[in-house]
């Protein structure tokens, strides 16, 4: 048993960080291997982040040698209301442009970014040709539902 080992059993089993100072487990991990040593709570969730970090640029990896390109959905209905970027408050189309940008920068998803698809929102609307301008290549491809809707309710 090391360390790794112990990030792995929590993560893997979905176990709150205070397992490793409890009781039990500590005289379990004992009877397994007298040499080994618990991690204190700060040094654990300092394992956790570094294994979330290595995860991430293993994905971010993966993904930069895999993807050709990256569509996208700025419509949380459709995204079944499980929001996937949280867009801070009040949702300006320069709020969305601003989080997307920096969600695609973070993973290294700029060159690979082919079209965006919405409903006919007009902060939405602008946050696309806001990503436009800031040199990011993207179709905006509108929901033909959602634009049949609004012209109807004009009548």
Known sequence: MNDRDLVNLIVDDLQPFITVVNE???????HLNKRYILPLISKFKG?????????????TQLLHDI???????????IAYHHLYIEIPYP???LNIAKKLAKTFDHWE????IFADISDIAPNVVKAIS???????EVEHIRYAAYTIQYQLKKV
């Open 24 to 30: 039990n487990f500590c005289k379990f991990i004992s």
């Open 47 to 59: 394992l956790i982040f570094n294994n979330i970090q290595e995860l991430q640029q293993l994905l």
């Open 67 to 77: 993807m050709i390109l990256v569509n996208f959905i700025t419509d949380e209905w």
């Open 91 to 93: 949702h300006t189309s």
């Open 109 to 112: 998803f700029k060159e690979c």
């Open 130 to 136: 806001d990503l436009i301008e800031l040199d990011y």
